[in-house]
């Protein structure tokens, strides 16, 4: 469990400077796509910065409570949601690949699942 936590709190440090990174591009760089695109692109990147914070908080939780596989469980869920949500917006937008669009929807029940996964930890153990 401890490799996972290490892996799950690096993927946490890249997402976060992908989202700062990606977020000043799309501010000045981005500015000359096509204003759906932007939007689109505003969007994922909104979703991936509040979950990636999400999945922060969720590690620090896990760390200093015992140990739980419901709180291991939702920051795997949040992991899926950033890749598969954030991850195929930006692909659609970038590349043109309209079949990886059907990925997102898994992306944001993954989201959802991790929200209700928090609300049943907090129930069990607050």
Same mark, same amino acid.
């Given at each position: 469990m401890a490799i996972l936590l290490k892996w799950l709190m690096i993927f946490v440090g890249? %997402?976060?400077c992908f989202? &700062?990174?990606?977020g000043a591009w799309l501010a000045h760089g981005g500015q000359a796509l096509p204003v759906n695109v932007q939007a689109s692109l505003s969007t994922a990147l909104q979703y991936q910065f509040i979950h990636t914070l999400a999945l922060l908080a969720t590690l620090v939780w896990l760390k200093i409570a015992k140990s739980s596989k419901v709180l291991l469980g939702a920051s795997? *869920?949040? &992991?899926?949601g950033i890749l598969c949500f954030c991850g195929t917006i930006y692909i659609k %937008?970038?590349?043109e690949? *309209?079949?990886?669009?059907?990925?997102?929807?898994?992306g944001g029940i993954s989201f959802a699942l991790a929200w209700l996964l928090l609300a049943l930890e907090g129930k069990n153990n607050f």
């Open positions: 890249i %997402s976060g989202s &700062v990174l990606f795997i *869920a949040f &992991v899926v %937008s970038f590349f690949l *309209a079949i990886i669009g059907k990925l997102t929807p898994f």
